[in-house]
């Protein structure tokens, strides 16, 4: 089993910053993939904000349009993301994500951009 502990969520104003941690403990695969996706309103789904993997690939969503960057500390197993400039649009359930030899889930953080 792997945990994951979520941290960094809150409200800030837009154009100001935030950052998001997530660290994993338990049974960690050797390669694994581990990031944030953000819960679609009205919609079962969630869509991808950024995520890296083990060979430090990082992947973001379309509507980051750059001003995010995701990076990992391998030796914790824990992985941060800048969210730079935020917009009143990037409010959400952000959840974080693992996946390993199986796939975990966070329990999700509040970000609310609002003045």
């Known amino acids: 089993q792997v945990h994951l502990v979520e941290s960094g969520g809150g409200l800030v104003q837009p154009g100001r910053s935030l950052n998001l941690s997530c660290a994993a403990s338990?049974?960690?695969?050797?390669?694994?993939?581990m990031g944030w996706y953000r819960q679609i309103p009205d919609n079962g789904g969630r869509e991808l904000v950024a995520?890296?993997?083990?060979?430090?690939?990082?992947q973001y969503g379309r509507f980051v349009n750059g001003r995010f960057i995701i990076s990992r500390d391998g030796a914790k197993n824990t992985v941060n993301l800048q969210m730079n400039n935020v917009e009143p649009s990037d409010t959400g359930l952000y959840y974080c994500?693992?996946?390993?030899?199986?796939?975990?889930w966070g329990q999700g953080t509040q970000v609310t951009v609002s003045s």
């Open positions: 994500h693992f996946r390993g030899h199986r796939e975990y």
């Open positions: 338990g049974g960690i695969s050797l390669v694994y993939v």
């Open positions: 995520t890296i993997g083990t060979h430090d690939a990082a």
